[in-house]
């Protein structure tokens, strides 16, 4: 049996029952010990409200003494969150065990443990009971659970979008060999509307240079000009390319591309603007600037962090080092401080709900992220 640590008088923790519980997105599993590390019971229950109850009433029949219960979550602001919520709100004291906290005290069992939701639930229990007094209390937020949701679905749309441009790519390098030539961002609105109206040659068939600049023009809010209209028909003039077989299969799949990517882009400014409602209402002040909302004020600290000094040091040499990092691997200065804002995003958010400040990692090196 380990050796139960010091940090709480041992009266204290001869009080309380400690529940450890291992959570799942199905099932979660309950171990309960006391303060010598002696097994009580178990239970796993499905994870909804409904059944939350028998938790407590496990737990009840187990502590005979009618001691205070103490509940260890291991991460009870993922699959555990609706449980943490459950147990504060009838009065329960719960903490929130880290991972790697929880592994480490099930580790000190040695041959008796064995790698299952039990002997996880009770290696939660145990590192309870050793760390009752340095744990955290568990404080599911809405708020920022909410804002932690709008994140994960940003990161999760961007890296849809970036699949879905690359397979653009593929089909525009064989329907317009210098499409580069037209557009400097093939993903743009102004883009997107002329491969949607021109997914082949074919279609521009006639098409003057007033007459192409007379659609575009409303599309990019006047920023199309005349010179613009007579370099994209001039280049796919020059470019030569013959009508292929089956070429309106293609013309299907760049279509439907195109459709994937307006209505990602749809929900990215839907998802922005909600950001932006979520970052205002807790605190976030960079938005109260005229004119710039979240994502703006995350491109702008990305680019300052990226930044040398006057002594031609850098500003943050762990978000240096990250852009050195893209660079080398082929992305541009924009691309590379695009991957940077995303990061910064989620730090922010980190941030805002654990109420810390920014704490710079330790590098060995500018060159370096530790």
Not at 38 to 44: A, D, M, N, S, V
Not at 246 to 273: F, G
């Amino acid at each position: 049996m380990p050796n139960i640590e010091i940090g709480v008088d041992s009266m204290v923790k001869e009080n309380f029952i400690y529940v450890g519980i291992d959570l799942h997105k199905e099932t979660h599993t309950a171990v309960m010990i006391d303060c010598y590390n002696q097994k009580l019971g178990e239970i796993t229950f499905p994870n909804r409200p409904a059944d939350f109850p028998k938790l407590v009433t496990k737990v009840k029949k187990c502590n005979t003494d009618g001691k205070e219960v103490v509940y260890g979550l291991e991460n009870a602001y993922g699959y555990g969150r609706a449980l943490a919520v459950w147990l504060i709100d009838k009065g329960y004291l719960v903490k929130d065990v880290n991972t790697a906290i929880s592994h480490r005290q099930a580790k000190h069992r040695g041959a008796m443990y064995r790698k299952s939701d039990s002997d996880d639930a009770e290696g939660i229990a145990l590192a309870t009971l050793n760390m009752l007094d340095k744990l955290p209390d568990a404080c599911p937020n809405d708020a920022y659970w909410s804002l932690g949701q709008l994140v994960h679905r940003r990161d999760n749309i961007m890296k849809q979008r970036t699949r879905l441009v690359n397979q653009l790519h593929e089909q525009l390098c064989i329907a317009y060999p210098s499409y580069k030539q037209f557009f400097n961002d093939i993903s743009r609105p102004t883009a997107l509307y002329f491969w949607e109206h021109y997914p082949s040659r074919k279609y521009l068939k006639g098409k003057s240079v007033e007459d192409l600049r007379a659609e575009l023009v409303p599309v990019s809010h006047n920023k199309c000009s005349t010179k613009t209209c007579e370099k994209i028909l001039d280049a796919v003039a020059s470019d030569k390319v013959k009508n292929n077989a089956y070429q309106d299969a293609r013309d299907m799949v760049t279509l439907s591309i195109v459709s994937d990517l307006q209505h990602y882009d749809s929900q990215l400014t839907e998802v922005d603007k909600m950001l932006e409602q979520m970052y205002k209402m807790l605190g976030c002040t960079l938005t109260t600037i005229p004119g710039v909302n979240v994502i703006t004020a995350v491109k702008i600290l990305a680019i300052k962090m990226v930044q040398l000094s006057s002594k031609g040091t850098p500003r943050n040499p762990v978000v240096r080092a990250c852009y050195e990092k893209r660079k080398a691997e082929g992305k541009t200065s924009q691309q590379a401080l695009i991957c940077i804002s995303r990061r910064l995003i989620s730090i922010i958010y980190g941030m805002l709900k654990n109420g810390t400040e920014y704490r710079m990692p330790v590098v060995e090196n500018a060159g370096e992220n530790r």
